[in-house]
């Protein structure tokens, strides 16, 4: 996901700053609000959050 689509599904969610915040520190507050745990980069070769739209892209950092 592009930062751009990070930040639009982040206003999306009602979290109002979203410029100034690295990536994965924005990426960890929709994780938080989607009932995830906020958790993106640090799962070392396995994530057991299968519903995370962020699996993906957090297993290839």
Not at 34 to 50: H, L
Request: proline share 2%; aromatic share 4%.
């Amino acid at each position: 996901m592009t930062m751009a689509e990070i930040r639009e599904k982040a206003k999306g969610m009602g979290i109002k700053k979203t410029v100034g915040i690295k990536k994965a520190d924005l990426i960890r507050e929709i994780q938080a609000k989607e009932g995830n745990s906020p958790c993106f980069g640090t799962a070392t070769s396995f994530c057991d959050q299968r519903d995370c739209c962020f699996r993906e892209d957090c297993l290839q950092v």
